[in-house]
């Protein structure tokens, strides 16, 4: 009998053991806690997100604890409050919430004496990534967005992982079924009010039916965004050791303009978390380039906080909230 793709996709995967997976109970992740388990015996744990923005929140967590009780899985369980601030999307409030949450469970299993996790899977897929790539083309992103989701990376001393980006969301459901194994659907992926959703439901099978290997080309078209990025990435920490950080103002100044946003994003987003948008950094940039006296003044909103000038240098901070 065939190996199934579900296993197969984790062919060439050497996660650092042992692994936990973020298990929600829906296909793709059932998929992935299982398949690993077939790869990695007494090597797995699962981690359950419990958002509580749905009704049905109890009834996946009611779920997932059984199924790791049959599979003798450690499972952990996470409530967090994933409700979306002022001025942020909800899918971006779940976003951060449930890696926020993942990381505490690695810390906290660690603390309880259960073995420390080097590595945490992710189950999104190809069809996924085609679905980011829309969206950050929506948006008008630069390579960096267009690259869409990292298959591996560091963050908080943890490995991170997601082996299926390569493999389809109609192949993993026929494993499933073909194997008997349950998971639940989660009706808030039918809600057209969030825009992935409209995304997967009104886009995909047209993009699907016009060209029916999109989600190899764009996997292609991704991988060769992700090099281009990366080389920015190395073009910027080498800049960035000549600017200094916070950045030199005069240095930045001999910088030709392109490499000048470059360090500038580069600094922002590894430095203080913050991705300007486009007419910030516009205004940003302009701003720099006027800066020739000492009297000039640089003080420009971007992110959640403001770039200023302090004396021959810009620097970013974010004001507190007064109540």
């Not at 995967?13 to 998929?31: M, N």
């Not at 790791?68 to 951060?96: F, K, M, T, Y």
Request: proline share 5%; hydrophobic share 45%.
């Amino acid at each position: 009998m065939a190996e199934p793709a579900i296993v197969a996709a984790l062919n060439g995967w050497q996660p650092a053991l042992p692994l936990a997976v973020a298990y929600s109970g829906g296909a793709d992740s059932t998929a992935l806690l299982w398949a690993c388990l077939q790869r990695f015996p007494g090597q797995v744990h699962a981690i359950h997100i419990n958002h509580g923005l749905q009704a049905a929140a109890a009834v996946f967590e009611a779920h997932c604890r059984a199924q790791c009780i049959a599979w003798a899985v450690p499972l952990q369980v996470a409530a967090v409050n994933a409700h979306a601030q002022p001025g942020q999307s909800p899918e971006d409030a779940a976003r951060i919430a449930r890696y926020r949450a993942l990381t505490e469970a690695v810390l906290a299993a660690a603390d309880a004496g259960q073995g420390a996790i080097q590595t945490m899977a992710l189950a999104q897929h190809a069809d996924d990534q085609v679905e980011t790539v829309v969206l950050a083309l929506s948006r008008g992103a630069g390579v960096a967005g267009l690259a869409g989701m990292r298959p591996q990376w560091q963050r908080a001393g943890l490995q991170w992982a997601r082996p299926y980006l390569g493999l389809g969301s109609a192949q993993i459901r026929t494993d499933l079924a073909a194997l008997g194994i349950a998971w639940v659907e989660d009706p808030s992926n039918t809600d057209t009010r969030y825009t992935r959703n409209r995304i997967r439901q009104q886009v995909m099978p047209a993009l699907v039916q016009a060209f029916p290997q999109i989600a190899q080309t764009v996997a292609r078209s991704s991988a060769h965004a992700a090099q281009a990025a990366q080389l920015l990435d190395d073009l910027a920490q080498i800049d960035l050791q000549a600017t200094g950080a916070p950045p030199r103002i005069r240095a930045l100044q001999a910088l030709s303009e392109a490499r000048m946003a470059n360090v500038l994003r580069y600094w922002l987003r590894t430095a203080h978390g913050q991705t300007p948008s486009a007419a910030q950094l516009a205004q940003l940039l302009q701003q720099l380039q006027r800066c020739t006296t000492r009297g000039h003044q640089i003080h420009i909103k971007v992110g959640s906080g403001y770039i200023q000038r302090h004396r021959d240098v810009i620097d970013w901070y974010n004001p507190p909230v007064l109540v």
